[in-house]
């Protein structure tokens, strides 16, 4: 490498750093906001360097909603993304195996439904909900978010079995076994970095979703979001120590979740077409 090349190297890498640096502000902000009172978060200059306290978080627990709605955020999402994942798995299989008439069609019709502005189906979906008796259950706000997740998982999971020889089938099948061995113990773990980076994908939406938990959910299915639109503003004003402490608690899931995964997401966004690199 020249000196030339290596100089341009860095040059790149600390642009990188800057970009990264400068997008993560707001969020470094919120999570040292959480640590101050109220007059720490609106002085200024801003204060960097001052004393923690922890009084946020203890009054944010302090909410009999906080840890009901923490808790139903996580059961939500989690029963949501099985069922999701089960089912996309299982449709992406087909299409990608058996190929029926107008698979093309279907496939894009499946991802015009995510594209479909949620402000748009807002009233159908409520009316609907409303008449079948599902608002504010359980059964009902699982089945939204298992509904809205499919679509996106199928396209993720098809790319992968795509990219697996149907050989792999043939070869089962031919040595006497059935289909659903094919499907549960050739196939399934070929695609498992799919999985997970479905997963991830549609754990974003689900877990930072408002409008439709607000619409159609009740006080006892509610999550983290409508907690956080509903009690933002107190005594008139923004309720900053509120927000800032309810944010920083709800990033940690999906921080998590995306640093140990992160060399999933990659995969998921070309669709398997890289799959041996993981």
């Not at 808790?71 to 999402?77: A, T, Y």
């Not at 790319?159 to 099948?173: H, K, M, Q, W, Y």
Request: glycine share 6%.
């Amino acid at each position: 490498m020249t000196a030339q090349t290596s100089w341009r190297t860095r040059a790149y890498y600390a642009v990188l750093w800057l970009v990264a640096l400068l997008f993560f502000l707001p969020v470094l902000w919120i999570i040292l906001s959480s640590f101050k009172d109220l007059n720490g978060i609106l002085a200024r200059p801003p204060q960097f360097i001052f004393t923690p306290s922890l009084e946020n978080y203890r009054e944010l627990f302090r909410l009999p909603e906080m840890v009901r709605d923490l808790r139903n955020s996580v059961i939500i999402s989690l029963a949501a993304l099985l069922i999701a994942l089960v089912v996309a798995y299982l449709a992406a299989y087909s299409f990608s195996r058996f190929k029926p008439p107008g698979t093309d069609l279907f496939m894009f019709l499946l991802l015009s439904i995510r594209m479909v502005p949620a402000a748009a189906v807002v009233v159908p979906v409520f009316l609907m909900y409303t008449a079948f008796g599902w608002k504010g259950t359980w059964g009902g706000v699982i089945l939204y978010y298992a509904m809205f997740s499919i679509p996106f998982s199928v396209w993720i999971l098809k790319g992968f079995i795509d990219g697996v020889s149907p050989r792999f089938d043939e070869t089962a099948l031919v040595n006497g076994g059935s289909r659903w061995h094919v499907i549960i113990n050739v196939i399934l773990p070929q695609v498992r970095p799919g999985l997970i980076a479905a997963f991830i994908f549609n754990l974003i939406f689900v877990w930072n979703e408002f409008l439709f938990n607000f619409i159609v959910s009740s006080a006892q299915t509610e999550t983290i979001p409508v907690l956080l639109a509903t009690n933002l503003y107190s005594d008139g004003g923004l309720n900053w120590t509120f927000m800032t402490a309810l944010t920083t608690l709800y990033m940690i899931p999906p921080i998590v979740f995306i640093f140990f995964f992160q060399r999933y997401l990659l995969v998921g966004m070309t669709f398997g077409t890289v799959r041996g690199e993981v």
